[in-house]
């Protein structure tokens, strides 16, 4: 099993930067893979970023991409989504979530077994 905690959300300026940290506990977090998520008040929560289990590949929402870079560091049990250029579009609360399917990457909400409580992003224009 694993647990999920994030941490690093907060309040920037449009065209801020932030990096959100996701920290992973239990001995197989290196099998899993992880991904980033997002939900805005009144909105679906929906992917922003997928990591497969060795970092080796990566999928960004066409709404982030080019701006935001997800990675992980499997010794250290961590998790990183680094946000530039930040827009109040990006305005969310920011979750971390893990999944043990066989596929290389997930990208699908569905297919996410741990989820972290979420960390407030806010941009202000």
């Known amino acids: 099993q694993v647990q999920l905690v994030e941490s690093g959300g907060g309040l920037v300026q449009a065209g801020g930067s932030l990096r959100l940290s996701c920290a992973a506990s239990?001995?197989?977090?290196?099998?899993?893979?992880m991904g980033w998520f997002r939900q805005a008040p009144g909105k679906e929560r929906e992917i922003v970023a997928a990591?497969?289990?060795?970092?080796?590949?990566?999928y960004y929402a066409d709404s982030v991409k080019g701006r935001f870079t997800i990675s992980r560091d499997n010794a250290k049990n961590m998790v990183y989504l680094q946000m530039n250029s930040l827009e109040p579009e990006d305005t969310a609360v920011y979750y971390c979530?893990?999944?043990?399917?066989?596929?290389?990457?997930?990208?699908?909400?569905?297919?996410?077994?741990?989820w972290g409580q979420g960390t407030q992003v806010t941009v202000s224009s």
């Open positions: 990591i497969s289990w060795g970092g080796g590949r990566t």
């Open positions: 979530a893990g999944s043990s399917r066989p596929e290389v990457i997930i990208t699908s909400r569905l297919g996410y077994d741990y």
């Open positions: 239990g001995r197989t977090f290196s099998t899993y893979r």
